[in-house]
């Protein structure tokens, strides 16, 4: 029997699907990610065409039968256009979106991550496009997904000796001097980009541009995230290589 449900939605990706439909991928606040067919998406004036673009928040109308399930009626509740104005924002979003659909079990319903993301692309869209902002987001997936960093106590054997930074990816937390030693390949992590994390670990999105950070220390958080990300995820992420790739292509946003 078929089911009929409809749920809020952030569209991760799309796909080419058959002739003129497409298999779109989306973050939905209810069931988390599915996979979801749009048929007749590729036809010209087809009412679903702009809906499934990367990173539109979408209210869907969906029917599951036994296979996947069909969209049939969809409305646009926020289309972000601001973002989608700046070629290097719309690639931060493009690669929010990648790390969800890599990230993301299907049908494991993460409201909160959902809040996040849509809060994340509000700001975004608002035109608070910091480095930060997107480290909050790798921050809160990690959260959300169980693999919050252990950063007040020694992840082995609990002491509070760990003013050294030094952590162990497979362990997830800080080292203390002592189960340190007995350890290869520990990450030593800056005291203010421990500091950054921490504070992004408990923040909310709406406080992020009022975080004082220095380059160095979001360089370095920004390369650690990426560590504990691929770590944990064991996929690479095309879309932050392409990301900087353009960094170095675009004279624009730094
Ligand atoms: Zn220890």
Redesign the pocket.
């Known amino acids: 029997m078929a089911i009929q449900f409809h749920s809020e939605a952030i569209v991760l990706k799309n796909m080419d699907y058959q002739e003129a439909d497409k298999l779109v991928s989306v973050f939905s606040a209810v069931r988390g990610k599915i996979q979801v067919v749009a048929r007749g998406v590729k036809k010209p004036g087809s009412s679903l065409r702009a809906l499934v673009q990367p990173f539109c928040h979408v209210q869907l109308y969906l029917v599951k039968g036994r296979s996947m399930a069909v969209v049939t009626q969809g409305r646009m509740i926020d289309f972000y256009g601001n973002i989608r104005q700046d070629l290097f924002t719309a690639m931060q979003a493009v690669y929010m979106m990648e790390l969800l659909d890599k990230a993301l079990m299907d049908e494991v319903p993460l409201p909160k991550l959902f809040y996040s993301t849509h809060q994340v692309l509000r700001a975004m869209n608002e035109g608070c496009v910091t480095p930060l902002l997107l480290r909050y987001f790798e921050v809160r997936l990690l959260v959300e997904l169980g693999y919050t960093p252990v950063l007040d106590r020694?992840v082995?054997?609990g002491?509070k000796e760990i003013g050294a930074g030094l952590f162990k990816l497979a362990a997830g937390g800080l080292?203390?001097p002592?189960?340190a030693r007995q350890e290869n390949g520990l990450i030593a992590v800056r005291p203010d980009s421990l500091a950054l994390l921490r504070l992004l670990t408990n923040a909310s999105a709406h406080v992020i541009d009022r975080i004082h950070s220095n380059p160095a220390s979001l360089n370095q958080l920004e390369w650690f995230l990426e560590q504990y990300l691929e770590y944990y995820l064991e996929r690479r992420f095309t879309m932050k290589h392409t990301i900087r790739w353009l960094k170095k292509k675009l004279p624009v946003n730094g």
């Open positions: 020694c082995n054997c002491s080292l203390c002592q189960c």
